[in-house]
Nanobody, 121 residues
Framework: VQLQASGGGLVQAGDSLRLSCAVSGVSGRTFVNYMMAWFRQAPGKEREFLAGIVWSGWSTAYADSVKGRFTISRDNAKNTVYLQMNSLKPEDTAVYYC????????????WGQGTQVTVSS
C-alpha cells in the first residue's frame, strides 16, 4: 500500500486548503478495511494526530487543535482521503502526512511522503 499526499502550499491566514491522499496498491474492496488519518509535524515539534476516519466514513475523530476548522472525508470509490482545512492559522504551518492502518492494528504503520503547508500572517 502506498500513500501519496498532495495539495499543500503557501496561503494566508484565514484561507482554506484541501489536502488529498491517494491510496494505491490496494483494491477498492480492500481499502475499506483500512483506517485513515492525517498527522502533521512542525519544525522542532512532535508529530501530531489531526483527524481520523473509519472506512465507512460515518465516524471521525479530531484533535482539539483543529476541531471545527478541519474536516476529514474519504471517497472509497477513488481510494482517496481528504482533509479540508478552513480558517488556517500561522500555527498550522507544518508538513502534513496521511497515514493508514488495517482495522486490526492499533498503530498507523503506513505513511505517505508528506506535503508542506505554510500559512503566513
Amino acid at each position: 500500500v502506498q500513500l501519496q499526499a498532495s495539495g499543500g502550499g503557501l496561503v494566508q491566514a484565514g484561507d482554506s486548503l484541501r489536502l488529498s491522499c491517494a491510496v494505491s496498491g490496494v483494491s477498492g474492496r480492500t481499502f475499506v478495511n483500512y483506517m485513515m488519518a492525517w498527522f502533521r509535524q512542525a519544525p522542532g515539534k512532535e508529530r501530531e494526530f489531526l483527524a481520523g476516519i473509519v472506512w465507512s466514513g460515518w465516524s471521525t475523530a479530531y484533535a482539539d487543535s483543529v476541531k471545527g476548522r478541519f474536516t476529514i472525508s474519504r471517497d472509497n470509490a477513488k481510494n482517496t482521503v481528504y482533509l479540508q482545512m478552513n480558517s488556517l492559522k500561522p500555527e498550522d504551518t507544518a508538513v502534513y502526512y496521511c497515514a493508514a492502518r488495517r482495522v486490526s492494528r492499533t498503530e498507523y504503520d503506513i505513511w505517505g511522503q508528506g506535503t508542506q503547508v505554510t500559512v503566513s500572517s
